[in-house]
C-alpha cells in the first residue's frame, strides 16, 4: 500500500508535464524583426498581446533596421513583422519584392549618451559637446551606418553640426575618430559605456531615457527631430550601401520616423495584422511606445496606402 501515494504522484506529475508540452506545442509562433531601440517596448508589448492570446509566443529578434531587412532579402529568413527605425529602410529594400505596405508609426530624436564617470561629464554642453567628443582622452561610441540607421543619423547629425556651428571639416574628424568603437547596431554600445570602455554614444533619446542614462540634448537643427525642419535636414547626405550588392545609395537626412510592415512571406499574416494592430492602437501598444519615450505618429500619410491591409488602414492616411 505505501507505493499507491508516489505512484498517483507520479501520474499527476507525468499529466501536468504533457499538458503543459502539449500546450506548448500548440502555440503559434510570431517571429518579430525589430530595430534595437524597439527592444524595451516590444518586449513589454510581447508581453501584454501574449496575455490577450495566450496560444501565441511572440518571438523577438532585434538588430540594426537593415540588417533586419537583408536578413529578408539576403538570406531568405522568414518573419511575420518588420519595424524599422526608419520607414525608408522598407521602402528601400523590401516594397515592392518583399513587402507590400508601409505604416509610419513613431518618432524619435538624436542625443549624445553618457554617465557619471565619462570624461568631461560635468562640463559638456550644447556649445561644446563636439569639441569634448574629439579630445585625445574621450573615446565614443555609434553604430555602423550600412547596418542601422541610427549609424547614419549619427554622421549627418555631424553634417549638420559643421553647418551649425560654422566649423569646416567638423564631420570628417568625427567620422575619422574612434572608429574601432562602430558596432552593428546602437543597443551595442550601451555595454561599452557601462564598462566605462568608450565615453559617449550617439544614440537615440528614448533608449537612453529606457535605461536611464544621463543625456545631452542636441539643438532641433541638427537632431533630426522635428517635421518642420525636413528641409533643412536634407542639406546634408551619406552615401551606404543599396538594394544590390555593390549598388551605393544616398540618404538625405530626413526627421526620423519608424515604420512597420508584413513581409509578403510572413508565416502567419493574420495574426501578424492582430499584433500590429495591438502595437499602433493608442490605448494598448502605442501607450507603452510613447511611455518609452516616443512620440505617435499615427496616422500618418502612406505611400503604401491602397495596399494596407483593411484592418490596418485606420492607422494611415492617404496622399492626396
Request: proline share 5%.
Amino acid at each position: 500500500m505505501n507505493f499507491i501515494k508516489p505512484l498517483i504522484l507520479y501520474i499527476l506529475t507525468s499529466f501536468i508535464l504533457f499538458m503543459s508540452c502539449n500546450q506548448k506545442n500548440s502555440q503559434q509562433k510570431l517571429i518579430i524583426f525589430h530595430a534595437g531601440s524597439l527592444s524595451v517596448p516590444f518586449k513589454l508589448i510581447a508581453k501584454e498581446f501574449e496575455k490577450e492570446n495566450p496560444n501565441v509566443k511572440v518571438m523577438l529578434e532585434a538588430d540594426g533596421s537593415r540588417k533586419c531587412a537583408r536578413k529578408i532579402t539576403d538570406l531568405d529568413k522568414k518573419c511575420d513583422v518588420m519595424a524599422s527605425a526608419d520607414y525608408t529602410v522598407i521602402n528601400e529594400l523590401l516594397i515592392p519584392e518583399y513587402a507590400k505596405w508601409n505604416i509610419k508609426f513613431a518618432s524619435n530624436e538624436m542625443t549624445i549618451v553618457y554617465h557619471e564617470g565619462s570624461n568631461y561629464s560635468e562640463e559638456i554642453n550644447t556649445n561644446n559637446w563636439y569639441e569634448i567628443l574629439l579630445k585625445d582622452d574621450v573615446a565614443f561610441g555609434r553604430s555602423d551606418p550600412n547596418s542601422d540607421p541610427c549609424g547614419y543619423r549619427a554622421v549627418l547629425t555631424c553634417k549638420l553640426a559643421e553647418q551649425y556651428y560654422g566649423i569646416t571639416g567638423l564631420a570628417d574628424k568625427f567620422s575619422s575618430k574612434d572608429r574601432n568603437y562602430i558596432r552593428p547596431k546602437e543597443t551595442d554600445l550601451l555595454a561599452l559605456l557601462e564598462s566605462n570602455s568608450i565615453d559617449y554614444i550617439f544614440l537615440y533619446r528614448s533608449v537612453a531615457q529606457q535605461h536611464r542614462l544621463k543625456f545631452l540634448t542636441l539643438p532641433d537643427s541638427i537632431n533630426l527631430k522635428l517635421q518642420a525642419l525636413k528641409d533643412h535636414y536634407a542639406n546634408a547626405s551619406i552615401e551606404i550601401t543599396g538594394k544590390k550588392p555593390g549598388e551605393i545609395i544616398t540618404k538625405t537626412g530626413a526627421p526620423m520616423v519608424y515604420g512597420i510592415t508584413i513581409p509578403n512571406n510572413a508565416p502567419n499574416p493574420k495574426l501578424a495584422e492582430k499584433f500590429i494592430k495591438f502595437v499602433l492602437e493608442k490605448e494598448k501598444g502605442m501607450s507603452i511606445i510613447e511611455e518609452k519615450g516616443q512620440a505617435s505618429l499615427i496616422p500618418s500619410t502612406s505611400e503604401t496606402y491602397n495596399n494596407i491591409p483593411e484592418t490596418l488602414k485606420i492607422f494611415a492616411k492617404k496622399i492626396d
